[in-house]
């Protein structure tokens, strides 16, 4: 059974950094495609950055040069270091696991099939 729990959320002032992890179980990282995705209130949920087995990365173009998405497979666990943050970056945080080791539009949201509960970011001034 596959199980993603993310962690280390938290309110940050504007400008500030954080780090969120997910922990996976049921799954072996090197042999699939891992995202974060994020949810503003009233609107869709949107890909923020991938990364593939073989760890090739891909961001959403709000976030280049401020995220950076990493894993470490002998942890199993998958980050997304959030640097510069800004208002605009308050969201529920979603880390997610596809089923196959292709996808192909890797920040679209239907690319995945496992989900943890999300982590909640709130950037303040």
């Known amino acids: 059974q596959v199980q993603l729990v993310e962690s280390g959320g938290d309110s940050v002032q504007v400008g500030g950094s954080r780090r969120i992890s997910c922990v996976a179980s049921g799954i072996t990282y090197l042999t699939y495609y891992m995202a974060w995705f994020r949810q503003a209130p009233g609107k869709d949920r949107e890909g923020v950055a991938a990364?593939?087995?073989?760890?090739?990365?891909n961001y959403a173009v709000s976030v280049k040069g401020r995220f950076t998405i990493s894993k470490d497979g002998a942890k199993n666990t998958l980050y997304l270091q959030m640097n510069s943050l800004k208002p605009e970056d308050t969201a529920m945080y979603y880390c997610?696991?596809?089923?196959?080791?292709?996808?192909?539009?890797?920040?679209?949201?239907?690319?995945?099939?496992?989900w943890g509960q999300g982590t909640q970011v709130t950037v303040s001034s």
């Open positions: 997610a696991a596809s089923k196959t080791t292709y996808v192909g539009q890797p920040m679209s949201r239907y690319a995945y099939t496992y």
């Open positions: 990364i593939r087995y073989d760890g090739f990365t």
